[in-house]
C-alpha cells in the first residue's frame, strides 16, 4: 500500500478547498470534530500547534525526509504531547495519529522496517484511546490500520475485520464526510478481488470528489483526501480499461488540484488512449 506519499508533500494544498489561507478562525468550530466524543472543550488560543497543523506535519515529513533526520517529526510530536497534557482534548489526539502515520512513512523510506512498525503502533494506541470517536477519528483509525497490515500480514484477515468495522463506523456517524468515503474505497482498492477487492470502489470514490473538503473551513481540523480520491479514481479506470473516464477524470482532477503531482504522473499512461 506503500506510494510515493513524500511526493505528495511536496504539493500540499494543490485542491480547492484547501484551508491554508483562512485568515481567521472561529474556536467554536474546533468542536465539530469533537460533537460526537465531549462537550465544549477549552479554546485554543490562535498561536496554537494546532494551526494548520495538517501542513506543518507534511512539512516535516517533507523535512526529515530531505535531511534524513526525523527531527521535525519528532518536535511536532513532542509539541502534541504537551499539548494533549495541557489541554486533554479528543482532536490532539487525531493529530498524534495523523503525524505517526507520517513517522511510520519516513521510517520505511530510510528502510527502518522496525521503527516503521514501532510508529504506526503508536498511532494506532492514541487513535483507539479517543473516547467515542467520532467519524473523522474512525476514518483516520481504518486508514492506519489498513497501512500497518504490512507489518502483521499474519494477522491481516482480523486487522481487516477491524477495518471494515471502523470505515462502517465512519460512514454510519458521517455518511458525507470525504474521508470517510475515500478510506472505504481506499480499503476496497487494496482487496484482492477473491475477497470482494474492487467492487465498490468507483461507488465511493465519485461520491468522496463530490463532496467538501471540510464542511466548514477551519485550519484546526482535517482537509485531507479529495487529491487522493481523485487518483486513485483514474488509477481504477485505467487498471479496468476504461480509458474514457480515466481522461474525463484526469481532466476534473487536474482542474480542481492543477499542482498535484500524484494526478499529473499519471497523464503518460492516458497519452494514445
Known sequence: MIRLLFIISLFVGSCNGNTSNTKQIDNSQITEHQTQSMSTPPPIPPDSLLLGIQNKVYQAFVASLLSHKSDELDKISKGL??????????????????????????????NNKKAAENEADKGLNWLKSIKNKNSEDYALLALLQS?????????????????????????????????????????????????????????YLLKAI?????????????????????EMLIKYYIQNKKWDLAKQYYEKGIKECPKSYIINQLASQLVGK
Open 147 to 203: 497501512f500497518s497490515i504490512q507489518f502483521r500480514t499474519g494477522d491481516a484477515m482480523l486487522i481487516s475485520q477491524e477495518i471494515n468495522k471502523d470505515i462502517e463506523n465512519a460512514l454510519a456517524i458521517d455518511s458525507s464526510n470525504l474521508r470517510a468515503n475515500y478510506v472505504f474505497a481506499s480499503n476496497n482498492f487494496y482487496t484482492p478481488k477473491k475477497y470482494g477487492g474492487g467492487k465498490l470502489v468507483e461507488k
Open 81 to 110: 504531547s504537551d499539548l494533549y497534557k495541557a489541554k486533554n482534548q479528543n482532536i490532539i489526539l487525531y493529530w498524534q495519529g495523523y503525524l505517526q502515520y507520517y513517522a511510520s512513512i519516513y521510517y520505511l523510506q530510510q
Open 210 to 230: 463530490s463532496l467538501p473538503t471540510q464542511k466548514t473551513p477551519n485550519q484546526y481540523l482535517p482537509s485531507w483526501g479529495k487529491e487522493e480520491s481523485y
